[in-house]
């Protein structure tokens, strides 16, 4: 069965709030701390590092986020499904919990 335009835009929806936590889990959350640490003592600043610029600028990240998410749903659509579901949803715990606080 065909996809209606509201399930286009509720994948689209998760999509985006996963892509959104998957970019704050890599650039500021402390569990990767040491991944980014140790990148930038290896390769240096964002200023004079790509490598270390990729994992600091957002824009990057979700652009590489998101096409990964595309294709992972044209590959393994509900694998793809549950993975960004979970993000979608600690994205949206975490939106709500900033604005009830």
């Not at 595309?70 to 939106?95: D, M, N, Q, Y």
Request: aromatic fraction near 10%; proline fraction near 6%; charged fraction near 20%.
């Amino acid at each position: 069965m065909p996809a209606t335009a509201a399930d286009r835009f509720a994948g689209l929806l998760v999509d985006g709030l996963a892509t959104y936590r998957l970019v704050k889990l890599v650039r500021h959350d402390r569990i990767t701390a040491p991944m980014r640490e140790a990148v930038e003592e290896s390769q240096g600043p964002p200023e004079r590092s790509n490598i270390t610029y990729l994992l600091d600028c957002p824009w990057c990240l979700s652009f590489y986020f998101g096409t990964a998410l595309t294709l992972g749903r044209l590959r393994w659509p509900r694998a793809t499904e549950a993975f960004a579901r979970a993000f979608a949803l600690s994205a949206l715990t975490g939106i709500v919990s900033q604005w009830l606080d």
